[in-house]
């Protein structure tokens, strides 16, 4: 029995091995019958024709006491004492008998009187695939994590079949699933299934993969026992935040008062916990003026307004955010928000007047050039067309320019009296 250790000498084996030849030899040549039945048989079942194989004579068998001697009470053979017959006593569990896939032999003494005499008998009992493989637990977890290399191997409980030869564990088998096989390797007398990943995993694909595992016997009809294996896909940084948009268009009116939201970036990251969670910020090269205008939510994504905004001091701002994720090293993505700012009518023309004497006498040509204007509004778009005119009653009159919003004041008539000009 050493002989499965392996740490005993090769010596000891050799020995040991002829030992039990030896053994079995010297029964064999004792045993003067053999019979075969397979275990599980019911009690009376025949195993053999003793007296006849004998040669004793039926009718005598009265009188020469057939009779099976056994040590103890609960011999699973008896004789039948009218017929001479080796029968089942017992019913006979091969499981429990002899343990292990080897032959499983008993060996008995018939006893004879009248001559007294001794014959040796040996029944070999059959298994019977009464078992099914089980295994010792129901259910087997294994935390994975996503990108594991394939051909990665992951030992499985061993499932357990007492019984013999063909009718053990002959292989075991897995649900279909696109990313695990089942092998197995022999170790003493188990077969040990192992998982073995043939494709990566993925946890944003799938978080979790249940499979069943079957061990299956050789018996005819084959018995078979299973193993939930669930697999727990662990995370890995594998994806960078990614934003709703690769650039958000934003239109404001440049009275917007502080503390207005402009707009709000989004951005999604689907792995697991600090790997997936999101913090955006300005781009470090973003303008101190202008982040002094924004403000960024760290959280949110939401753009909010520090400052007032004024549409003559700058018509469009470009803001580029970042989103980073928690990890480490954490992986980030840009983004950029375009801020139009909309124009308000906030600023009246302005008059720029340039005279060109201070003076004029009364008697002064119609049509002398008294000054010289031109008018500006800081808005724009219709907000900065100015419509210029002269209050009546007065005999001047404006006379455009070449240039637009520029005029010069010329008389009407001859001048009797001083007079202002005015401008709506
Ligand atoms: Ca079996
Ligand atoms: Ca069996
Ligand atoms: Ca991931
Ligand atoms: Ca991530």
Request: net charge negative; glycine share 4%; proline share 4%.
């Amino acid at each position: 029995m050493w002989c499965g250790i392996r740490r005993r000498s090769s010596q000891h084996c050799w020995f040991a091995f002829f030992f039990s030849l030896l053994t079995i030899f010297e029964r064999q040549t004792l045993a003067e019958l053999r019979y075969s039945i397979p275990e599980e048989m019911k009690e009376g079942t025949f195993v053999g024709n003793v007296a006849k194989d004998l040669g004793v004579d039926k009718l005598s068998l009265t009188d020469r006491r057939f009779r099976v001697v056994s040590g103890s009470k609960d011999a699973v053979f008896e004789v039948n004492p009218d017929k001479g017959s080796l029968q089942v006593r017992k019913k006979i569990d091969r499981e429990e008998m002899c343990h292990g896939s080897g032959a499983c032999q008993i060996e008995l003494k018939i006893l004879v009187e009248n001559p007294l005499e001794i014959h040796y008998v040996v029944v070999e009992i059959t298994d019977v695939n009464d078992h099914s493989p089980s295994f010792s637990e129901k259910e087997q977890t294994f935390e994975i994590a996503e990108h594991t290399s394939p051909g990665t191997r992951f030992e499985l409980h061993a499932a357990r079949d007492p019984d013999a030869g063909v009718n053990s564990i002959r292989t075991y088998t897995i649900t279909s699933n696109d990313h695990f096989d089942i092998e197995s390797s022999q170790s003493d007398e188990d077969k040990i299934p192992f998982l073995v990943l043939r494709k990566s995993l993925d946890r944003e694909q799938k978080s979790q993969h249940l499979l069943c595992v079957t061990a299956v016997d050789g018996g005819k009809p084959p018995r078979s026992g299973t193993l939930n294996v669930s697999i727990i896909v662990l995370d890995i940084n594998d994806n960078r935040p990614n934003f709703s948009q690769d650039t958000y268009q934003v239109e404001i009116y440049e009275n917007a008062s502080v503390g207005t939201t402009v707009t709000a970036v989004k951005a999604i990251d689907p792995d697991e916990g600090t790997n997936g969670e999101i913090e955006y910020s300005f781009s470090k090269t973003l303008a101190r003026k202008v982040s002094e205008i924004f403000e960024l939510n760290s959280i949110s994504g939401k753009i909010t307004l520090k400052q007032k905004l004024d549409f003559e001091d700058s018509e469009m701002y470009k803001l580029d955010v970042q989103a980073s994720d928690k990890a480490t090293p954490p992986l980030t993505s840009r983004s950029r928000v375009v801020v139009k700012i909309k124009d308000i009518n906030d600023n009246a023309p302005e008059i720029e007047v340039t005279s060109l004497s201070n003076t004029v006498t009364e008697d002064s040509k119609p049509g002398t050039i008294i000054s010289l204007i031109s008018v500006t509004d800081k808005d724009s778009g219709a907000n900065a067309k100015i419509i210029s005119s002269i209050a009546e009653d007065v005999p001047f009159q404006l006379k455009p320019s070449y240039k637009e919003n520029s005029y010069s004041v010329v008389t009407t008539g001859f001048l009797d009296r001083w007079v202002f000009i005015s401008s709506p």
